[in-house]
């Protein structure tokens, strides 16, 4: 048997399949973030140097994570939008980036908050955390200029542009603890192994999965509704049960 | 002066409530407006409809 994935790249199939996933990826969220705070604060131990202010990272590294990959998530659907012209790619660019944008907000608050105890500030101009600012408003960039052309085909082709140059910016947020010289710690986890403590890598690994499901349900839950708002003239949206109440 | 004393004094207070109370909050901010923007959308669409039919 052969599944014809293409099926669901229309909006009209895909409509359906985002309201049956999203209570899935919703209750799994909600799940792991309990066993992840659990696991987090009862059961990895106190770090040795920075004592219980480490415990920021269960929620700053997978934000930090979310807010990268998303970007680069959204620009891979704003470029096929702007390249093959499908409709439903450039609806989940325009899902995905206020999500996107939040994990990016998390991740420099959280930074934040870490770093004021720990360097003794709230906000350094290092190249970790300027990068990530600029994240940060590369998002707000693509949800402005979205927002402000009323064409929404023309829209998607603006802000796809934005969306693709903007993605370099993700390699010199990831390379920049490498490239310079900063005060923002290199990956403590590598491919080659790490030396964290095993229940501080079960925590951050639940919460970066849960903020993973929780990213997925809530984009899928904002795709929706900009499905439903620009196919609104339609027969298919009309004959909605949803719509016909 | 007064937080730097109070954040060492209490620091799961401080790591709670400045980096996860704020983060679920968040979150709770984007799902309440994601389920407004579907209601609204859905108000949009049945009125749309409605005046479809009515004509």
Redesign the interface.
Known sequence: MTINWFKYSAPTTFYGLAGKLIPWFAVSAAILFAAG?YIG?YVAPVDAQQ???Y??IF??VP?SILSMFLYLIMAGYAALGLIFKTRLSSMMASAIA??GA?FA??SL??GA??G??MWGAWWLWDARMTSELILLFLYLGFIALHASIDDPRRADRAAALLAIVGSVNVPIIYFSVKWWNTLHQGSTIKFTGTSMHVAMQQAMFTMLVACWL?AIA?VL??V??II??RE??TTW??ELP???? | MNL?IW??EN??A??WL???A??ML??AI??AM??H??KI??Q???L??NA?DGE
């Open positions: 705070l604060f004592g219980e202010f415990r920021i929620i700053h934000a206020p999500t939040l907000l998390i608050w959280t908050l870490w004021k105890p929780y809530v839950a904002r929706r509704s439903l708002e609104r003239n949206i009309a949803e719509v016909k109440q | 730097d954040m060492r620091t799961l401080y790591v400045g980096s996860y704020v983060a968040i979150f984007e799902i994601v389920m923007k579907r959308t859905l949009q669409v049945r749309l409809r479809g």
